[in-house]
């Protein structure tokens, strides 16, 4: 069976499915997958360099804002 984000098992009730994968340099751009929607991906062109996020409201699983922290430059 395909379990959302591509997880390996399903989430219980009652509970949101997520994966966030790293990126492996400028070869492999991260990603981070909600409720088997990609919110950020090289792909959609919404990732950058350092720390990508993806504000998400806990009770009702909406996507709020995505935004990138670029660690490296300060």
Do not use: H, W
Request: net charge positive.
């Amino acid at each position: 069976p395909r379990y959302k984000c591509g997880n390996q098992k399903s989430c219980p009730q009652n509970y949101f499915a997520f994966k966030i994968i790293s990126g492996a340099a400028n070869v492999v751009g991260p990603s981070i997958c909600f409720e088997d929607l990609v919110l950020m991906s090289s792909v959609k062109n919404n990732i950058g360099r350092g720390l990508n996020i993806a504000l998400v409201n806990g009770t009702t699983g909406q996507l709020l804002k995505t935004d990138t922290f670029d660690m490296y430059s300060g």
